[in-house]
């Protein structure tokens, strides 16, 4: 009777083992090992970092890239956010930023003058961050990639929706195709929309050169031209298109969540793309 009770317990066990891995998997599945949902702060850029902190916090996600220029608010003596914090306040807000269990992966998008690339890279260093979003004046290249070297620091190039930016990937690959694999895009796909550019198509051919991506549907444009974010997969920039291109390609990185509507409350709208990007990725994965 005890070999039995013995043997039994320990098949249970295994089943109860399986079972956990299982469900691990279905849950790495449904984001991912290699695919991070990360939050743009500047998503909340009528709040103070430590209040998109916490709002981050609330949607479950562990990444933040965080904008130059928010408002740290009072705990902070009202700095902003960006090179120009002082050492304590950088300790500070790693620390608070640990507490909520959040990373701070980066940090941009920056558009540095070429005297202020060296502080930009020092910061994210002593941040502990793992790449930039920037968009470098074309003349700053040299000096950005060797702060890249140097730091061991990614840049991930982002797309403004003007022709003085890195509009196209033609463009970008022009500039950095033959540099350092430190240095590559930070997507929005967005902002290729806008610019009358195929987002699935513009994500295919920046192939290998992918590090991030500023992520987020849009409607249809209004009377004046305009797009508005929606929440994902329903709106026009072919959501579940664009994940399958990035599983063909084996991407690896961050979506970098930028939900440039309903200001003043836009959790809800995120909280239902996260549920569709989950959902979406199961499919695919």
Known sequence: MKTKLSFFALFSAIVMLCSCNSKASEVNKTVSNDWKLSMQSYTFNLFTVPEALDKTAELGLNYIEIYPGQKM??????????????????????????????????????????????QVFSFADNMGMEFISAEPDPEDWNLVESLA??????VAVHNHPNENSYWNPEILL????????LIGSSADVGHYKRMNVDPTLALRKLDGRLISMHFKDIAAPDSDGNYEDVVWGTGILGVKDMLQELDRQNFKGYFTIEYEANWENNLPQIKESIEYFKKTVQTIK
């Open 73 to 118: 608010g009072p705990e902070f003596n009202d700095a902003i956010f960006g090179y120009n914090l002082t050492l304590d306040q950088q300790a500070q807000l790693k620390k608070l930023a640990a507490s909520k269990d959040i990373k701070i992966v980066s940090s941009g998008v920056w558009t540095a003058k070429r005297d202020e690339w060296a």
């Open 149 to 154: 070297k140097e730091y061991n620091i990614k």
């Open 174 to 181: 022009d500039y950095i195709g033959e540099r350092s694999t």
